[in-house]
T-cell receptor, first 113, second 114 residues
């Protein structure tokens, strides 16, 4: 069966510091991968998605970037965090042949101080 | 472009009562529709999905949803609420097969009153 991992689970970072969040999927090949942000009291905002290694689509211009160095690894980064980057970051994957059905990881809670 | 509207950001029901969470969609083509549940500090879990087969879809934890094209709705129901159903529920739409992006509603927080 497929599983999705995210780490760290929680993170407290000062403003201006760098960020690296990692997401990995097991038990599948060539998945579509997604990064979402969920701010307090709001819905889900799609940040990036990827249909293959090195292929990244950005949905919202911002302080963040994403990379997919391996088939089942998706990384969310920032060079300098802003207070507004605080939130709950969710990684998701969907099967190559059923891309409309997404499965979510446990999330990373980021607090920027 | 597709969109989803969830009516009621907060819904409270008594334990044992009917749960009804509303979702209306807008799509220019026959949609695929989804309900997800999120427990506090966790990721989203797929409850059920409609992909143009049976209009009444049964999901996990006793939930079901009915696709009504004439009403552009996909409301989520459960006959008898349990305390463990307290969570946030998200409706989502994909506008066609093979589309890798979902559009989510803003969510409905369900509270169960003992």
């Amino acid at each position: 069966s497929q599983t999705i991992h995210q780490w760290p689970a929680t993170l407290v970072q000062p403003v201006g510091s760098p960020l690296s969040l990692e997401c990995t999927v097991e038990g599948t090949s060539n998945p579509n991968l997604y990064w979402y942000r969920q701010a307090a009291g709001r819905g889900l905002q799609l940040l990036f998605y990827s249909v293959g290694i090195g292929q990244i689509s950005s949905e919202v211009p911002q302080n963040l970037s994403a990379s997919r160095p391996q088939d089942r690894q998706f990384i969310l980064s920032s060079k300098k965090l802003l207070l507004s980057d605080s939130g709950f970051y969710l990684c998701a994957w969907s099967p190559e042949l059923l891309p409309e059905t997404q499965y979510f990881g446990p999330g990373t809670r980021l607090l920027v101080l | 472009a597709q969109s989803v509207t969830q009516l009621g950001s907060h819904v409270s029901v008594s334990e044992g009562a009917l749960v009804l969470l509303r979702c209306n969609y807008s799509s220019s083509v026959p949609p695929y529709l989804f309900w997800y549940v999120q427990y506090p500090n966790q990721g989203l879990q797929l409850l059920l999905k409609y992909t143009s087969a049976a209009t009444l879809v049964k999901g996990i934890n006793g939930f079901e949803a009915e696709f009504k094209k004439s009403e552009t709705s996909f409301h989520l129901t459960k006959p008898s609420a349990h305390m463990s159903d307290a969570a946030e529920y998200f409706c989502a739409v994909s506008d066609h097969f093979g589309n890798e992006k979902l559009t989510f509603g803003t969510g409905t927080r369900l509270t169960i009153i003992p």
